[in-house]
């Protein structure tokens, strides 16, 4: 069995389904960590 790399993608979208946000994260880093720090960006939107 050889080496892979595997990752995520987080996505935010609005309510017509168009993207506002993407984070593309390794797949060791915890689900938490990236939801916070998109969170941080639209704080006064949500």
Partial sequence: MGWFYSFKLYLMI???GGIISVNVMTANVDDRKPV???VD???GCL
Wanted: proline share 0%; charged share 35%.
């Fill in 14 to 16: 609005h309510d017509q």
């Fill in 36 to 38: 916070l720090e998109t």
């Fill in 41 to 43: 960006k639209f704080l």
